[in-house]
């Protein structure tokens, strides 16, 4: 019965900040558009946008 003392208010407040941890995703965007992640990584990258080689990755090198 004791433990009781210390675990509920313990729970109570892990709820509260899982609560507000929700909210905040909520409201900083986090599920806005759930649909252009999953579909993105199936689109090919643009040609302008692709990264260029890296230094060690060159054919001609020497």
């Known amino acids: 019965m004791e433990s009781l003392y210390l675990l ?3 729970a109570l407040v892990f709820c509260v900040i899982v609560i507000r941890l929700l909210i905040w995703a909520i409201d900083s965007g986090q599920y806005e558009d759930l ?3 999953a579909s ?4 090919d990258e643009e040609a302008g946008k692709q ?3 890296a230094e060690g990755d060159k054919d001609n090198a020497d």
């Open 8 to 10: 509920i208010p313990i």
């Open 35 to 37: 649909d252009k992640e």
């Open 40 to 43: 993105r990584i199936l689109m």
């Open 51 to 53: 990264k260029p080689p």
